[in-house]
Each structure stands twice: as C-alpha cells, then as structure tokens.
C-alpha cells in the first residue's frame, strides 16, 4: 500500500512542476494587436447581410466605401473615402461620385466604378436584413439597373424623391455602402446567391486588413494589407477573440495576454482602473437604453400612465451604481452627436408625482404588466429596479427572461406589455431613429411593420409620422434641425417610450496602446491606425 | 450528470448468438435510437417559441425580407416533409448547414469535437490514474482513515457546483498565481500555428514536434480537466472501491491468502483482475458523460466544445446545428455503450 | 426503565408478530445509520435546512426583496448584513434563506416526479416483456443517449424559463435510469414462486404490479433518489446559472451565482455564498444516501 502512496505524491509532484513551468507575465507580439471582445452576435460577413456590432466591426477594416469616417477625425462627419468627390444634381435627386484612382483589391484586381455600383446593387437584389438602408431611397431589384448607374470613372445613384444629402451619405457610410470585388465574388456564385454563401467566411476588400478566419464564437483573425492607400497598417495581425465573461477578460488584459478587454462590466473597470499598466478609454455610443409600452393594453395607453411610468425610473440611481461608467442618463432618442440631438432629461424618479397621475388615470390601486426582457444580467438588473419601483405604485410587473430571439419574437407579435431593451441607430442620420420610434403611417396589426419600434407597441406615432416625413427631405440643415428638436419635444411627452439612458463604452487596454477607436456614435471600430 | 447507467441497471443478457445475428442486431438498434433521438431533438426544435427565421434575420429585417427567407428554408413544407429531408441528407453524410451563419454543421462539430474530445480525455485519464489506487486502497484498508478520506473527497466531488469550482479555480491559479494558462485552448498569438491535424492541439503540437506550443496548450487544459477530472475520479474510485470489496470478501482470496499468497498478488493479481472488464465500463459511462460536452465548464473557460456549441446553438434556434451536435454526441454515447457491452460478452465469465 | 424495555423489545431476536419485526428491523437499521457519523451530520443538516426553509421569514434579517442601491455589493460582516449585499443591494443571507424553499421545492418534485415515471415505464417493461419491453426501453435508451443538460435545457427553451418547468426537464432528464432499475428488478422477481403462485389465485396483471413488484422495487429506488438528490441540486442551479431557471427577483440559488460572477474579482462573496450554500446542501443529501445505502443495501457501498 506504501507503494500507492509514493506513487500517488510522485504523480501530484509531476503534475505540479508541469504547471507551474514559467508562466509568469506575457506580452503580445509588438506587430499583433489582441482584442478581446463577444462576437457570438456574427452570423455573416457578406457586408450584404452582416447587421451585428462585431461583425461591422471586421467589415470596416476590410472594406472601403465611396465616403467613409476618419477615425482620427469622427467629429468631422463622413470624407472622401474611394470616391475622392461628388456632386449633386439640380434636381437633388441623382449624385455622382468619381472614384479614387490606382486602388487594387487584395485579389489584384484594381477598384472600378463597376464594382461600387455592382456593390450596391447586389445589396439591392439579395434583400438581406440591412438591405433596407439602401432600399429606403426607392432601389428595388427591379429599377437597380436606370438607378444606380456606373461608367469610366463614376458611380451615379438616383433617388425616387430629393432628399438631404447629408442624409444620404451617412447612409452610404453602413457596411451595406461597402465596395466589394466584384469579379472574386461572382467567381464563387453557388445557386445564383451572387457569393453570398463565399463572402459569409470570406473577405474581397480594398482596405486596410484581409480575412484570414473567423471561426464563429471564437475568432476572427485579420492581417494587413501592406498596399492599404493610406499607408500600411502597423498592426500587421489582429486577432479578435470571444471572451464572454468579463472576469475572464479582466485575467487577460491584467496578465497581458491581450491588447484590449472590450467587455468589462462596471465593478471590473473599477477594480481594473489604476493598475500597472492599463488605461480606460470612455467612449459615447449610439446604443440607447429603453422600455416601451404596448398600446394595445388598455391601461398602458393612458396619457397620464403613459407619463407616470416615465417617473417611476431611477435613473439617477441606476445611472451611479451598476451602470456607473457605462450608460449615461439621456431621454431623447437621437444619441447625443447626433445632428438634431437636445439634451434635455425632465423626467427623475417621483413616486408622489407618478400616484397623482395614475389616480387622474382613474387607476389609483395599480395594475399588473407583463415584461419581457432579454437574457442579459444588466437589463435584468435594470428590470429589477424598474420591478422595485412600480411595486411602490401598486403596478405588478412579472419579469420574463427569455433569449433575445424569444424576446424579440413576442414584441414583433406585440404580445409584451412592457418590453426592456436596447436600440442602435444604423446609420450616423436622425432619420434612423426618428423614422422608427416616431413613425408609423399604418398601425392595424395587418401592416405588420415589425422594423418600426411605434408599430411594435402599437402607438400610432401621434401625428409624427408626417413631421418626420418633413423632416427627412428638409435640404436646410438649420430648419432640418430645429425640426428634429420639435418632433423630440413632443415625443418625450406623448410616446410610450421610456428612453433611459445612451452606452457609454469602456475599452480598457495596456497603456502602450495609442488611437484605438470603437468608432463612437456613428462607426464601428478600426484598428489601422493603431500604434503601440 | 450523465453518470447514472450502472451495470447493476442493466437487462441480464442472453447468451453469445451467432456473431452475424449480433451484429446485426447491435446495427438495428443504434439505427433506431439515433432515429429517435433526431426525431426529439426535431420535435423539440419546432415547439421551440423561438421563430428560426427571426434568429437569423434579426430585430431590423423588413416583411419582404423575412419572408424570403421563410421559404429559402423550406419552413412551409410540412413537417413530416421537413424531417424526412433532413434524414435524408444525413444518411448521405450531410448535417446541413447552420441556420445562422450558413456554414456547414459537420465542418463546425469537426472543429468543436476535438476540443470536448481532448479536455475529456485528459480529465477522465486524471480520473482513472487517480481514483482507481484510490478505489482499491480504500476497500484495501476498508474503515480506516485513508478509506474515510477517499470517501470525503468523493463526496466533495460529487457535490461541488462545477462552475462555481471553475471560477474559483480559474480565479486563483490563474488570475492570483498565474500557475495556469487563462480562458481558452491557447494564449492567442499561438493560435494557428501549428497544423491542424486531429484537431486536438495537444496532439497537433506534438506531432509538430512545436513543444512551445504544446506546453502552452497544456498550461490552458490543465485546469479545466482537472476539474472534469475530479469529477470522474469520485465516481471511478468509488465504485473501484465497490467492486474490489466484493472481490476481496469472494472465497478465492481467503483461500489465496491462507496458501500465502503476497497480498500484492492477491490484489492486483487475483482481485483486481477480476474487476477490469467492471472497470472499463465504469470508465467508459464516466468518458461518455464528459465527452457530452460539459456545458458549464466549457462556458466558464471559453472552451470551444462540443457543448457550448450545442446550447448556443439552441438558445439562438439554430436547429442544424443543435440535431448535427445531439447525433454526434448520441452517436458517440452508444458507441461507447456498445463497446462496452461487448467487452462483457467477451470478457465476462458470468455472461457466458 | 421502559425505555431499557422498548429497547429490548426492539432488538429481540425473536418477533413476536409481523409489525413487531418491522419495527425490530427499522431500529437495528437506524441504529448502524447511527453509528455512521457522517451519515448522520447529513441528516442534521437537511433537517436544519427544512426548519430554516420552514421559519424562512421569521428567521431572515432582511425583506429578500427589498433594493438599497447606496448599499449595494457591501462586504462580508456588514452592520446587519452578515453575508454582505448584492448587486442591487438586497441582503444575501436574506435571500439564502428564502432560496432554501426553492431548492426545497424542486428537489422535491423531481424526486416525485422522475422515480414514479421510471416506476411505471420500468415496471410495464419488464413485467409485459415482449415489444411492449422492446418500445419502452428504445425509448429509455433514446432518453439516455440525450446529452442531459442540452435535453433539460432545450425543454426550458421550449416551454419558456421558470421554475416549474425546470422541475420538469429535470425529470424528463432523470427517469431513464429508474426505468432501467425497476425494469431490472421486476425481471427478477416476475419469474419467482410467490409472483406464480399469486397469478395461480387469478390476480390480474395490474394488481400484481401494483400490489406485489411495486413495493419490492420501492427500497433499491429511494436509494438511488437519495444518491441523486445532490445531482438535482446542481442541475437545477446549472439551469439557474444559465438563466433558465427561477425568473427574477426570486432568490434561487443557481441564479444568485450567475448574478454574482460579473463580480467575482473584486467582490467574491457574491457568488460565492450561495455556491457553498449549494455545496453544503448537496454534501449533506450525498452523505445521508451513502449512509441509507450501507444500511437498507449493504452490498453495494460503492457510489
């Protein structure tokens, strides 16, 4: 039996010098830049169909597109990007943009006139989920051909009405507006799907980084492209892992296993924040925080419950401790950045004030709400205190936890009494959020408009929808925007939205790191002119 | 979770047929339970409150959008229609393609499978090289301490949350220590590096001879297996220890021990013997349950598996990919079954 | 002095009636339980989980509900929060306490629920033998082929997350082996005289089954469910852990790690509490089983 024993200890012993064998503080090589971030959300990297956070994120480093933002410059609004210059018609509806000469796809072949507008034709045809970015302007598979046009050297596209360009552009600025070599592609058609299936794992880009994988919820691995027009990126790889907890994320970026820790809930950026070695870069997202309430629900619907749900949140309280750092109060829905954005916030939490209204309700002893709210701990968290709030009211609300897509299926179907979640604008325009929470010209269930948020809770917009309309067409930015700051007026007392707070991103990275961008408000993240 | 079959449950079984009938036999039945189990995991996929189409096309897609896609994935046929497509393509070796992101399933399980397979693999040879002497000194030295100790630890095994442990451990050995390699297969600048072979870097490294590498794949498993390896140990040496105590109290030890036979040999010569084929399929349920992928640890240590890769799958409705990963994870639970079925058909005295 | 009688009365090698054997036999089995020291510390501690389940809110320090986001993830030994707070605020060992009656609950369920399944399918099976056996124990096999957690957690996904449907994937996932114990055991005892002879006196099928094999089977069964208790216990926390549990704010158990592990860096009593609240528990449910089954099954002391 002594034998087992020497035998057992022996084992642990060697097991024990194998583990311990030197791993002490690591480093990332100086040319790779090693980010850890969820990518779980990628279901294609065709720019046609891919519609996530990380996946804009790949696709903005590989493609370009006619206008584009600065990363160094955000504040400067979209510049010249493969087209070097535009102009507009007379009439306002046609542009046409001259495009960059000299610039070669990674396959060799050089970037023409044809592949931007086969780009955004293809877009057109497939009819992906972002394809409405483009379609919005009046192309359909059937008029591509008269609408967007190509020769030598320009690209023209025409718009059903006029619009302001402004509006345009920033539109063109989505994954959707990116140039794809459209020689690569076509090349690997399958089933007449124009290379979507291909372009799904694959890159046929102009721009700074190439694809050299991307293994789903795991990593998407980039290496540069040393002809990139504007100089050859420093970070010759980039290597994108999912990491889904925070606490792992924290390990990695404290022991220098990676870059950049893009996940870091609050309570890990606090413990993070003064260490050897790291910096927190803050940056304002688009994302807003809100809850909405369906209108189908005869108590929802009252103005006065309407108005006393908007005093029933403590978004002061939220704001200073679980969200602290990462969201910021705001309750209008253009992000701030965004042109026509206000930043008045009226509403606190006011639980006297929000028992009067409901009392002139004539719903003195409360009622009760179902809410569905996707499985995320910071919107259950969010939830819960929403929860504590109304109880004080005499309001019930039964929390349901649900995947985003159960979630999401049941507020498309207008089932949820209270839903709890987030929206990202799509493209850097007002009319991205003000043509879904304020806008909705048919509210029977037979319109079926699940893309509008106002069609969702059943609200028939409340006379916006025309003011939006007026606004999307204004061409005089100073009136466009006093529009905006009307509509938002307005909004804020009369809609069942409740908009809490806007994403603040926290990127904590090695203090050796220099011009990281997750690209604000209006982009997604870059990585060619980082340095370190 | 998956260690519950014991032999003690099992039909006694008849005698050794003509090896064709079988053999034949065997086939049939993996046949018909893999068609079951596709057949409830299809089932279960289409109760789901889940629409597939609204995983894919996400929150902003418009009506002409999702309808298109309704039909490019055949949801208007019928069900029964549906399901027998899908037979038909996986008898033909094709699992489909994943719903979501269009790649095809087999390709996916092929880069997910080896991860579970080798994190298995080393937790249950930790647990076979640690709880077997455990199991066989503590029915040795029935009721002494090293017995109540080995009792402990089992226990202790069997009642830890694994993914609270994972934490902690993960917490300590690599965030406080830095004795253990983080999160995931490998520190990510040695991703990619060495050719991918079987999938299973330990083995892909070596084969490389890339030592770096492998001592760095080594440092990310250690920890997790460990875990997965305890587990497993609690149930190999306890039922080690259950096995051998019958053996020990059999007559033929007492007579080997009279005529003065080492106690060595009566242990491992006699008694131990008699308890291998036991043995392995212990060793074979225990490998089954963890190559099943072991959801929580694989989430809590980012380890592409098996596992992770079936629940993702269906918590964003994949169904493709949740019934390619439930007939992998089947087809290989059976297997082992069979195998070890086998094992006591050939091996076994008593089933002769 | 009487009770120096109802001792002996109890240890008599020679009842005098039937029940006076029953009871003979329960006391020399409670007493080698006895002598099992940590069988018996089992014991103990489930008992003082039912009484704390029971005097929940006498007990509890705090409303398990109540929010104070000025004092929230307060350390261990906090002025009246002994365990601390969590991420809202809300007292940890307050919502230990009132978790103790879910934990309570569906282990209770599903120790209903899955044996009496597994009772029945196995039972029919083997006493009916022929396809009868053949149908049911594919269908067993399939059950048992069935990766477990992704079994309970795709029945979840489909019924919607809550507790009662945890129970019930639970069980859905638990019955097989049952099945194959009673099938195993029935098999046994169908071929046996006494089983002949009461066929002989023209008892149906269903009587003999009910009568005669259920009560046989029943001790190799509470054995077996008091093993499995612990892996409940833990199956249940995994599916609170992955949210598909008790929905918020109920204080289960599971939930309350998943809550707590954003913060297990800096603030690791969070989720580190209602671990050890799982791990206590589930050690005593495996130490009373491993004691129950060197009593009631002496054989087989392996695990």
């Not at chain 1, 076509?186 to 799907?193: F, I, K, N, P, Y």
């Not at chain 2, 993914?163 to 297969?185: D, E, K, Q």
Request: charged share 15%; proline share 4%.
């Amino acid at each position: 039996m002594t034998s087992f024993s020497r035998l057992l200890s022996g084992a642990a012993i060697g097991l024990a010098v194998a583990v311990t064998g030197g791993f002490a503080f690591a480093e990332t090589p100086a040319n790779m830049l090693v980010i850890a971030n969820r990518i779980d959300d990628i279901t294609s990297l065709d720019p046609a169909q891919s519609f996530e956070f990380a996946g804009s994120d790949v696709l903005r480093n590989v493609y370009g597109n006619l206008v584009n933002f600065d990363p160094l410059d955000l504040e400067a609004g979209y510049q010249p990007d493969l087209a070097t210059e535009w102009s507009v018609s007379e009439d306002g509806k046609s542009i046409t943009f001259t495009m960059r000469e000299g610039m070669t796809f990674t396959s060799g072949n050089p970037v023409t006139a044809e592949d931007a507008a086969m780009s955004l034709r293809r877009v057109v045809t497939l009819n992906k989920t972002p394809a409405f970015i483009l379609t919005q302007f009046g192309f359909t598979p059937e008029n591509v051909e008269e609408t967007i046009t190509f020769d030598d050297k320009t690209v023209t596209i025409t718009t059903d009405k006029q619009y302001a360009t402004s509006f345009i552009l920033n539109a063109l600025t989505a994954n959707v507006g990116s140039v794809i070599d459209i020689k690569t592609v076509m090349e690997h058609e399958a089933d007449g799907d124009m290379g979507n299936t291909w372009l799904s794992t694959n890159s046929a880009g102009s721009y700074a980084y190439k694809l050299d994988s991307w293994k789903p919820n795991e990593s998407v691995t980039l290496s540069s492209n040393p002809d990139f027009y504007k100089g050859a990126p420093t970070m010759e790889r980039v290597i994108v892992r999912h990491v889904q907890e925070s606490a792992s994320q924290r390990l990695l970026l404290e022991r220098g296993d990676i870059d950049i820790a893009r996940n870091l809930n609050p309570e890990d950026v606090a413990g993070i924040e003064g260490a050897d070695g790291v910096k927190i870069i803050d940056e304002l997202k688009g994302r807003l925080m809100y809850a909405s309430l369906n209108q189908k629900n005869e108590q929802l619907s009252k103005p006065q419950v309407k108005q006393a749900f908007k005093y029933l949140i403590d978004y002061q309280g939220m704001q200073d401790s679980f969200l602290k750092g990462k969201y910021t109060i705001h309750q209008n829905f253009l992000p701030a950045t965004y042109l026509g954005a206000v930043d008045d916030n009226p509403f606190t939490l006011d639980i006297e004030k929000a028992k009067s209204l409901l009392e002139e309700a004539g719903v003195p002893e409360g009622f009760a709400i179902e809410a569905g709210v996707r499985e995320s701990q910071e919107r259950i968290e969010i939830a819960q205190s929403m929860q504590n709030q109304f109880a004080k009211v005499g309001i019930t609300m039964n929390i349901t936890v649900g995947t985003a897509a159960q979630i999401l299926s049941r507020y498309r179907a207008r089932e949820l009494d209270l839903y709890l979640g987030e929206w990202g604008p799509d493209y850097p325009d007002p009319q991205t959020n003000a043509g879904t929470f304020a806008y909705n010209p048919d509210n029977s269930d037979e319109a079926g408009a699940t893309g509008l948020l106002a069609w969702r809770n059943a609200w028939d917009a409340g006379g916006l929808t025309e003011k939006v309309d007026a606004a999307v067409i204004e061409t005089d930015t100073a009136k466009r925007i006093q529009m905006y700051h009307d509509i938002q007026a307005e909004f804020r007392e009369i809609s069942p939205f409740i908009i809490m707070f806007q994403q603040i991103e926290q990127s904590a990275m090695r203090d050796n790191v220099t011009d990281f961008s997750t690209g604000q408000a209006i982009t997604a993240a870059s990585y060619w002119q980082v340095t370190k | 979770m998956a260690l519950n079959a014991e032999p003690g449950g099992r039909a006694p079984r008849a005698p050794l047929a003509p090896m064709a009938v079988a053999v034949g036999k065997t086939i049939l039945q993996i046949a018909v339970t893999m068609l079951g189990l596709l057949f409830v995991t299809f089932i279960i996929g289409r109760v789901m409150p889940i629409d597939p189409v609204l995983a894919i096309v996400g929150e902003r897609a418009s009506q002409s959008t999702y309808n298109e896609t309704y039909l490019a994935m055949g949801l208007d046929k019928p069900l029964f229609v549906q399901f027998f497509i899908y037979i038909g393509d996986v008898l033909q070796g094709d699992l489909g393609k994943s719903v979501l992101n269009s790649r095809p399933v087999a390709e996916d399980i092929a880069r997910v499978f080896p991860a579970t397979l080798e994190l298995a693999t080393i937790g249950v040879i930790m647990g076979i090289v640690l709880g077997v002497p455990l199991g066989v000194i503590a029915a040795v030295r029935r009721g002494s301490w090293i017995d109540q100790v080995a009792r402990v630890v089992a226990l202790i095994g069997y009642s830890m949350p694994i993914f609270w442990l994972g934490l902690m451990g993960l917490l300590i050995f690599y965030g406080i220590l830095g004795w253990v390699g983080g999160p995931g297969r490998l520190d990510i600048f040695y991703v990619d590096i060495v050719p991918q072979v079987t999938g299973m870097i330990l083995v892909d490294s070596a084969l490389a001879g890339n030592w770096t590498v492998f001592q760095n794949a080594f440092s990310h498993i250690v920890l997790p297996a460990s875990l997965l390896g305890y587990y497993s140990l609690a149930y190999i040496s306890r039922m080690t220890r259950s096995f051998m105590l019958e053996q020990l109290s059999a007559e033929y030890v007492t007579t080997a021990r009279v005529k003065g036979m080492s106690e060595w040999n009566v242990i491992w010569g006699h008694a131990f013997r008699n308890i291998r084929v036991q043995l392995i399929t212990v060793i074979a349920l225990s490998y089954a349950g963890l190559l099943e992928g072991s959801v929580l640890t694989e989430i809590i240590f980012s380890w592409p598996g098996i596992g992770s890769y079936i629940t993702t799958a269906l918590l964003s409705a994949d169904m493709n990919a949740v019934l390619g990963g439930t007939v992998v994870v089947g087809l290989v639970f059976i297997l082992l079954n069979v195998f070890s079925d086998l094992l006591y058909r050939v091996f076994d005295p008593r089933a002769k | 002095m009487t009770e120096q009688t109802l001792r002996q009365w109890l240890l008599t090698e020679t009842p005098t009636s039937r029940r006076h054997a029953r009871f003979s036999a329960l006391y020399k089995g409670w007493l080698s339980f006895r002598g099992n020291s940590m069988a018996v510390i089992g014991l103990v501690i489930l008992v003082a989980l039912l009484l704390v389940a029971l005097f929940a809110p006498l007990i509890s320090p705090h409303d398990p509900f109540v929010q104070d986001l000025a004092n929230r993830l307060a350390p261990l030994g906090t002025d009246s929060h002994v365990l601390g707070t969590d991420s809202l605020g809300r007292d940890i060992l307050s919502r230990l306490i009132h978790g103790s009656r879910i934990t309570l609950y569906i282990v209770a369920l599903v120790a209903l629920i899955a044996p009496v399944a597994g009772l029945l399918v196995g039972t029919i099976s083997g006493y009916a033998g022929g396809w009868i056996d053949t149908i049911l124990m594919r269908i067993t096999d399939i059950f048992l082929a069935f990766p477990r957690l992704v079994l309970a957690l795709a029945f979840v996904a489909a019924l919607g997350a809550g507790i009662e449907n945890a129970v019930l994937a639970i069980s859905l996932t638990a019955w097989p082996p049952y099945a194959r114990i009673a099938r195993a055991e029935t098999l046994t005892i169908r071929g046996s005289d006494y089983i002949s002879a009461i066929r002989l006196q023209g008892a149906g099928p269903m009587r003999i089954i009910t009568k005669h094999i259920w009560p046989l089977c029943v001790s190799s069964l509470i054995v077996r469910v008091t093993l499995d208790m612990a892996g409940i216990i833990l199956a249940a926390a995994g599916l609170g852990f992955l949210g598909l549990g008790a929905q918020p704010p109920s204080p289960e158990w599971g939930a309350m790690i998943s809550d707590g592990r954003r913060f297990i860096l800096d603030h690791w009593w969070v989720a580190t509490m209602p671990g050890l609240a799982i791990f206590i528990v589930s050690l005593a449910f495996n130490l009373l089983g491993d004691g129950l089954r060197d009593v009631l099954d002496p054989k087989d002391s392996g695990l």
